[in-house]
């Protein structure tokens, strides 16, 4: 069987997401009790896990202050969950994912679901609706709206970020725009080959970049070798210019 030019980049990304998002998950599940937990486990499904995959994972690239089925308050004091919840400081930005078939032939829930959006907006959440339909069929689209709304939160959580540490070089961020250009996925040998430096310090800034989170290393075989490095990190990120 022939694989794509970019099938390993490409495996590489879907590897690194799966990764992260089962520790993401475990996390959650293990420290949550009770009908927190039941929501979880009950609500985290097939449209949820489409979206973190094919829009948030590219977008951000990191599930940090991210949270799944998370309980807030409706206007009844009554608990409800919310698909995705984002919280950058004093900020909530509340995701949800929408299937005609659970929503929109349910007169009273679609009623109910848009009540709950605009109490939360009330108390200074925001609230975006997302068409599963949609998501299927044109996520690049989805992906493509939300850059634009979670611009200037994801500038201003990386500014948060880059404050308590050093400042990047040029070679680092040479290397972590040449990683979201290769689908997050770097190649020491084809780095040093496309910016014009030598391997080893193509190495030396990768392992760098691993210790400042901004990267992972991949290992491979019973020598785990490192064989390549993953961006880790918003692609709005100001660490990048």
Same mark, same amino acid.
């Given at each position: ?24 998950? &475990?996390?959650?599940? &293990? ?14 499904? $097939? !449209? ?20 799944? +089925? ?9 608990? #409800? ?5 984002? /919280? ?12 005609? !078939?659970?929503? !929109?032939?349910?007169?009273? &829930? ?14 200074? *959440?925001?609230? #975006?609706?997302?068409? =599963?339909?949609?998501? &299927? ?15 200037? $939160? ?15 070089? %040029?070679?680092?961020?040479? =290397? ?21 430096? $030598?391997t080893m310090t193509?190495? %030396? $800034? *990768?392992?760098?970049? /691993? ?6 290393? /991949?290992?491979? !075989? /019973? ?6 490095? +993953?961006?880790?990190?918003s692609i709005q ?5």
């Amino acid at each position: 069987m022939r694989f794509p030019n970019n099938y390993e980049k490409v495996r590489g990304q879907a590897m690194g997401f799966q990764i992260e998002q089962d520790r993401w998950i &475990k996390d959650h599940l &293990k420290r949550r009790r009770g009908e927190r937990l039941d929501a979880l486990k009950r609500g985290h499904g $097939y !449209g949820n896990r489409l979206f973190i995959e094919w829009v948030w994972w590219p977008l951000v690239g990191h599930f940090h202050k991210l949270h799944p +089925e998370y309980e807030v308050k409706d206007w009844r004091g009554r608990s #409800y969950f919310v698909d995705f919840m984002w /919280v950058v400081g004093s900020i909530r930005i509340g995701i949800e994912v929408m299937d005609f !078939g659970s929503h !929109g032939t349910d007169r009273t &829930k679609y009623r109910m679901d848009l009540n709950r959006g605009l109490f939360l907006q009330a108390q200074d *959440c925001a609230i #975006y609706y997302i068409s =599963l339909d949609e998501l &299927k069929e044109n996520p690049s689209f989805i992906l493509s709206a939300l850059r634009s709304i979670l611009s200037p $939160y994801l500038s201003a959580e990386g500014g948060a970020i880059r404050t308590s540490r050093k400042s990047f070089s %040029k070679i680092e961020r040479d =290397l972590m725009r040449a990683a979201i250009r290769h689908n997050r996925v770097i190649r020491p040998t084809e780095a040093a080959r496309e910016l014009e430096l $030598y391997t080893m310090t193509v190495i %030396k $800034y *990768c392992r760098i970049l /691993v210790e400042k989170g901004k990267f992972r290393a /991949v290992a491979r !075989g /019973v020598s785990q070798r490192v064989i390549y490095y +993953e961006y880790v990190g918003s692609i709005q990120s100001p660490d990048l210019v």
